[in-house]
């Protein structure tokens, strides 16, 4: 059990680019979320993966944002045109299946935007 | 809907004291409920999860909570606070798709 594993660990880029961050689980997970969370607050939900299959977005996902996890393995996270509000800890888990299950979570990737 | 209240943003307690934090819950099905540790620019690491079995459940680092039903309160204690204690930590309730909906957090400060 190595973790679960996000790159980069810092990004920092200018409004109105598009940033991608990578996201690998623990090897056996089969399930995979992502949230966001902004200072002072606690992590927000905003989508997961069942395998392969994005099974449900938040509605804080907005249409700049989207994730896939080929394979069913590691995942990706990509946000076109940031905008200032898109400055957060994006955090990425796993877990081994149902809801009873703990998630495992990575360091996060915190994105900054000038 | 599912949602988790965090009772303080802030706890102040001496080192050697007891360490009460405070969580409610709402959810319309028996929850899962668990709580996290958050060490500064790190990810979230798993205290201890109530999955409806014994009602008191024993975590790591000496932490423990009690789920009352009756209450709907799921509070984290931890009988003698460490330095290392100080961090943010984290209630949460998951749905049975393992979707977690956190509280705001409550900020723990060791005071020697």
């Known amino acids: 059990d190595t973790g679960v594993s996000q790159n980069p660990r810092h990004k920092i880029t200018k409004r109105g680019q598009n940033v991608t961050f990578r996201c690998d689980p623990i090897?056996?997970?089969?399930?995979l979320y992502w949230y966001r969370q902004t200072l002072g607050q606690g992590p927000e939900f905003l989508t997961y993966?069942?395998?392969?299959?994005?099974?449900?977005k938040s509605r804080l996902l907005s249409d700049r944002f989207s994730a896939e996890r080929p394979k069913g393995s590691f995942s990706t996270l990509e946000i076109q045109r940031t905008e200032q509000g898109d400055s957060a800890m994006y955090l990425c888990?796993?877990?081994?299946?149902?809801?009873?299950?703990?998630?495992?979570f990575g360091d996060g990737t915190r994105l900054s935007i000038l | 809907a599912q949602s988790v209240t965090q009772l303080g943003s802030h706890v102040s307690v001496s080192e050697g004291a007891l360490v009460l934090l405070r969580c409610n819950y709402s959810?319309?099905?028996?929850?899962?409920l668990f709580w996290y540790v958050q060490y500064p620019n790190q990810g979230l690491q798993l205290l201890l999860k109530?999955?409806?079995?014994?009602?008191l459940v024993k975590g790591i680092n000496g932490f423990e909570a009690e789920f009352k039903k009756s209450e709907t309160s799921f509070h984290l204690t931890k009988p003698s606070a460490h330095m290392s204690d100080a961090a943010e930590y984290f209630c949460?309730?998951?749905?049975?798709?393992?979707?977690?909906?956190f509280g705001a957090g409550t900020q723990v400060v060791v005071t020697p």
């Open positions: 888990a796993s877990s081994a299946g149902q809801g009873s299950q703990p998630q495992h």
């Open positions: 993966f069942q395998n392969e299959a994005q099974l449900e």
């Open positions: 949460a309730v998951s749905d049975s798709w393992g979707k977690l909906q």
């Open positions: 090897s056996e997970h089969n399930r």
């Open positions: 959810s319309s099905v028996p929850p899962y």
């Open positions: 109530y999955t409806s079995a014994a009602t």
